[in-house]
Nanobody
Framework: QVQLVQSGGGLVQAGGSLRLSCAASGRTSSNYAMGWFRQAPGKEREFVAAISWSGGSTYYADSIKDRFTISRDDAKNTLYLQMNSLKPEDTAVYYC????????????????????WGQGTQVTVSS
């Protein structure tokens, strides 16, 4: 059984930075696409960033492009989201996710692509 355990997050002032981590357990292969999504109160879960199964390609939502960076450390089975220049509108619960199948190459921005989800972590940006 794959498990994703998130850490990081918290309260930060506008313009500040935070780093989220997502540690995967229950499998040894690194050939899985992974992503970050977020959900603000009263809104649907939305795509934030994704990284391909090989780690060679990254994808970002327009709203966070050039401010957030997704990365992975396959030796540690850990996914990261570095968030800089945070804005109050970035306030949300952030979720990491991964696929069950290896070598997935499409629909990285869709929630239905992912089979396993982290527990979520609150990010609050004050103005």
């Amino acid at each position: 059984q794959v498990q994703l355990v998130q850490s990081g997050g918290g309260l930060v002032q506008a313009g500040g930075s935070l780093r989220l981590s997502c540690a995967a357990s229950g499998r040894t292969s690194s050939n899985y696409a992974m992503g970050w999504f977020r959900q603000a109160p009263g809104k649907e879960r939305e795509f934030v960033a994704a990284i391909s199964w090989s780690g060679g390609s990254t994808y970002y939502a327009d709203s966070i492009k050039d401010r957030f960076t997704i990365s992975r450390d396959d030796a540690k089975n850990t996914l990261y989201l570095q968030m800089n220049s945070l804005k109050p509108e970035d306030t949300a619960v952030y979720y990491c996710a991964t696929t069950e199948r290896r070598f997935v190459t499409r629909d990285y921005r869709a929630t239905y692509t992912y089979d396993y989800w982290g527990q979520g972590t609150q990010v609050t940006v004050s103005s």
